[in-house]
C-alpha cells in the first residue's frame, strides 16, 4: 500500500512539475517595432588592458584614522575558502581580506603588528571574529605578511581605517 501511495505521489509531482515548464516555455515574447528607438551611433574607443607585474605593491592613498591598539588579531582556517562570507563575497584565504564586528563592508584598513612593525592594508569582507577577546579575523596570507612567528595563531595589532 505505501509503495502505491508512493508511486501516486511521484506522479502528481511529475505531472506538476512538466506543466509549470509547459506554461513557461509556451509564452512568447516579443517587441513592437514602433516602440524600438534605434541609438545614436557612437564612436567606440579601444582601450587595452593594462597588465600589472604581479609584484606591484598598490598604494592605498588617503588618511589612516587610529582606531585600536593592542587589538588581538587571529586568521582564517583554510575550511572557509570558497565559502560566502556575510557581504556576500566568495572568502580567499590568499587575499588580503578581513573580518570585523563594526566596521562597515569595504572599509580598508591598516592592520600594524606591534612586535615587529610591519603591516599590512585589508578590506573588511566579513562579520565575526566570534572567539571572546578577539578584535580581528584576518585571511591566512594578510596574517602571514605580519607575523614575525608563522607558527602562532595570534597576534596583538594596531587598527587604523582609510579615511578617503
Same mark, same amino acid.
Given at each position: 500500500?505505501?509503495?502505491?501511495?508512493?508511486?501516486?505521489?511521484?506522479?502528481?509531482?511529475? $505531472?506538476?512539475?512538466?506543466?509549470? *515548464?509547459?506554461?513557461?516555455? *509556451?509564452?512568447?515574447?516579443?517587441?513592437?517595432?514602433?516602440? =524600438?528607438?534605434? @541609438? @545614436?551611433? =557612437? @564612436?567606440?574607443?579601444?582601450?587595452?588592458?593594462?597588465?600589472?607585474?604581479?609584484?606591484?605593491?598598490?598604494? %592605498?592613498? +588617503?588618511? /589612516?584614522?587610529? /582606531?585600536?591598539?593592542?587589538?588581538?588579531?587571529? #586568521? #582564517?582556517?583554510?575550511?572557509?575558502? $570558497?565559502?560566502?562570507?556575510?557581504? $556576500?563575497?566568495?572568502?580567499?584565504?590568499?587575499?588580503?581580506?578581513?573580518?570585523?564586528?563594526?566596521?562597515?563592508? +569595504?572599509?580598508?584598513?591598516?592592520?600594524?603588528?606591534?612586535?615587529?612593525?610591519?603591516? !599590512?592594508?585589508? %578590506?573588511?569582507?566579513?562579520? $565575526?571574529? /566570534?572567539?571572546? +577577546?578577539? %578584535?580581528?579575523?584576518?585571511?591566512?596570507?594578510?596574517?602571514?605578511?605580519?607575523?614575525?612567528?608563522?607558527?602562532? +595563531? @595570534?597576534?596583538? !595589532?594596531?587598527? %587604523?581605517?582609510?579615511?578617503?
Amino acid at each position: 500500500m505505501k509503495k502505491i501511495i508512493t508511486l501516486l505521489f511521484l506522479l502528481v509531482n511529475l $505531472g506538476i512539475v512538466s506543466s509549470q *515548464s509547459t506554461i513557461i516555455n *509556451s509564452k512568447k515574447f516579443s517587441i513592437n517595432k514602433d516602440t =524600438v528607438k534605434k @541609438a @545614436a551611433k =557612437v @564612436a567606440e574607443k579601444v582601450v587595452e588592458p593594462v597588465a600589472i607585474a604581479p609584484d606591484t605593491v598598490i598604494v %592605498e592613498t +588617503g588618511k /589612516f584614522m587610529f /582606531f585600536k591598539k593592542d587589538a588581538h588579531a587571529s #586568521y #582564517y582556517h583554510d575550511k572557509f575558502n $570558497g565559502k560566502k562570507t556575510a557581504s $556576500g563575497k566568495r572568502f580567499d584565504n590568499k587575499k588580503l581580506t578581513a573580518a570585523h564586528r563594526k566596521f562597515p563592508f +569595504g572599509t580598508k584598513l591598516r592592520i600594524t603588528n606591534e612586535a615587529n612593525g610591519k603591516s !599590512v592594508i585589508v %578590506e573588511v569582507i566579513d562579520r $565575526g571574529p /566570534f572567539a571572546r +577577546g578577539r %578584535e580581528i579575523d584576518l585571511s591566512k596570507k594578510a596574517f602571514m605578511d605580519i607575523a614575525s612567528n608563522k607558527s602562532s +595563531g @595570534a597576534v596583538i !595589532v594596531k587598527i %587604523e581605517e582609510l579615511q578617503k
